[in-house]
């Protein structure tokens, strides 16, 4: 979009750009800078403009993205490329990923490289690397709290070996997820390690101040994320004598963006890891960006100007890498950060469906799928050109964010029913099979949050503790129930590592300081490769797990149906045990498909000739793909054994 005042200011910038950038031949960097650049400069005049340094602070972004771009080898060119061609690439059903632990998975980057094969024989396309950056040798976050943005642990590897895995990734058309962690830094940055030293540029990065004054006028509306570990939003430190804002850990200190030179450094180590190789980079804490007083400091509309100008300033240079958004808030506010277009995802393309997956928890715990079914249809639509990231576990806990007024609509008293799930999870409830642990409870609220694995919380573990046949049986159903829906949902179905093969929790972070008062360590595990083999042994719990998720994948990959077009109907029932909705094939190619999922541990039933009569399902004789199998009916009434789901076509099979 051509405006006079920003162009006329881009020519300004353009004469003033370093001599060693105008050298080069800019002519395809001009033209991209010049169709993105009304939006970069409205967004960072709107955030820096009154900034006497404004333009010498613009000139500074641009010769960042110039440099990048001339950076960018002829291989990823080629990617941008052919992703803006197919500008719906990542909303095809063909993406199903993995989140890991490069060393609790294979030890290194070398190891991981090692086990790609095992990835691709699951069906595994999307590969996520859980942070590999440098950072404190004792607690970290689990990894999240950064030392040095452009330099990886020396325990996980070297540059050349990053590089390597996603050059292998590239040529198996597996695609490389890495973070970038956002919202601040570890105590020991350098630019945390300068502030601390008295230099004022770098304590300008961050939020500092020399008396509790503001301070406390920040901590009257700021919840606590760590109560029991971190309580409170500020540490004080002795050596530069002032407080600083650590919303997460003390450790971590939180970025200040009112300051264009953070956003600056932000942009560059994005784009520095763009040129490495990543598909996607996943934005860590994006809900905490900007911070004001008088609020929670959460969800600010700056922190959602602030992602519009990242992707802005990415379409120049590295226009074939997506964002995700890792933001983990109420169900209202997750949709925003797709952005607000009515069409594009100006923001971030991908976003945790974090809604879904509490909500799927919520139905395992009570057997009942009524909040699930009122929860979804709560849910904000997403853009046409966004997806969602659905997933069952991650290595964060589980935090119980539903919707109160959703609860009550399901028939439960929110505060009670929060408290059940907590009791339920972590096995206080008597009737209860879960494994898991409390989190971060909360004194002052009452609150808490879990964390486990999915085997352990599932009831796996203890099944198998009590030699309980059944009992394992049951849990190896729910396992791929959970994965069934995350399959069909509607977007990019994201595993956890070790649950392919039923990972139960592992106590060993116990024995480690740095990690024993994080019990989130619990579902963080080190992956037993000899158990991992035992997926090839017929009957046992790996090779049902295993192999139930590894043809659900590939059937999935051959639905054009669960391609993510907004092409989903959510279908009520009168029975609250059922979560079912119909996938519309947008393709007009292949099946629609109605997916019936059974959350209770008995038997239940749907009428089909109810949604023939509604013109949903039209044919009689029914066959699920997953399996292969025709379900019986019984005048027209489809029999949904326990824990079982069904991705049916209405299709006649020829």
Partial sequence: MYEQVSHSLLNRLLDNLDADIRKHDLHHFYLRLGANFYAIHSLFHHLYGTRADF??????????????????????????????????????????????????????????????????????????????????????????????????????????????????????????????????????????????????????????????????????????????????????????????????????????????????????????????????????????????????????????????????????????????????????????????????????????????????WDAIATHNASLLNIGVRSLPNKLDRATWLNYIRCHDDIGLGFDDNDIRLAGYEPLAHRRFLVDYFTGEYDDSPARGQPFARNAK??????????????????????????????????????????MSYGGIPLLYYGDEIGTLNDCNYLDDPAKANDNRWLHRPRIDWDKAELRYQHGSVEQRIFEGLQRMIAVRKSIPAFADFNNRELLDTDNPHLFIFMRNDPFQTGDNVLVVTNFDNAPQSLDLNDLRNRGRFAYGQVRD?????????????LVIPPYRFYWLSDRPSY
Wanted: aromatic letters at 10%; one cysteine or more; proline letters at 3%.
């Fill in 55 to 360: 333009e010498r602070q613009m000139l500074r972004l641009i010769e960042v993205l110039a440099r990048h771009d001339l950076a960018r080898n002829a291989e990823l060119r080629q990617l941008d490329r052919e992703r803006e061609d197919n500008h719906n690439w990542f909303l095809s059903q063909e993406w199903v990923g993995m989140a890991l632990y490069c060393d609790g998975f294979a030890g290194n980057l070398k190891g991981l490289e090692s086990r790609v094969a095992y990835l691709q024989e699951l069906g595994i396309n999307l590969l996520h690397i859980m942070p590999i950056l440098k950072c404190p040798r004792g607690a970290s976050d689990g990894g999240y709290a950064v030392s040095d943005f452009r330099a990886l642990d020396e325990r996980a590897g070297t540059l050349d070996d990053l590089r390597s895995v996603a050059t292998d990734l590239r040529k198996r058309n597996m695609l490389l997820t890495l973070d970038v962690v956002v919202n601040h830094t570890s105590n020991e940055h350098e630019w945390a390690t300068r502030a601390r030293a008295g230099e004022k540029q770098y304590q300008d990065y961050f939020y500092c101040f020399e008396n509790r004054d503001i301070p406390d006028m920040f901590e009257e509306t700021m919840p606590e994320v760590f109560p029991e570990t971190s309580p409170g939003n500020f540490t004080w430190d002795e050596d530069m004598g002032k407080w600083v804002m650590t919303v997460f850990n003390s450790y971590q200190w939180d970025l200040n963006y009112s300051n264009p030179a953070v956003f600056i450094e932000i942009v560059d180590i994005i784009l520095f890891w763009a040129n490495q190789g990543a598909d996607i980079v996943r934005l860590d804490a994006v809900a905490f960006l900007w911070k004001k007083i008088g609020t929670t400091c959460q969800n600010e509309r700056e922190a959602h100007l602030i992602l519009q100008l990242l992707k802005d300033c990415c379409q120049v240079t590295a226009r074939g890498v997506l964002f995700i958004a890792e933001a983990i808030v109420a169900p209202v506010e997750i949709a925003k950060y797709f952005g607000e277009d009515a069409v594009i995802a100006k923001e971030c393309e991908i976003a945790y469906n974090a809604t879904l997956m509490a909500l799927l």
């Fill in 445 to 486: 609220t009452g609150d808490a949050r879990i964390s486990g694995s999915l085997a352990s919380l599932i009831g796996l573990g203890s099944a198998l503790d009590e030699d309980d046949p059944e009992g394992i049986e049951m849990a190896v159903r729910r396992i791929l129930l959970l994965h069934s829906v995350i």
């Fill in 625 to 637: 793909l997953c399996s292969g199998e025709s379900p019986t009916l019984y005048h027209d009434t």
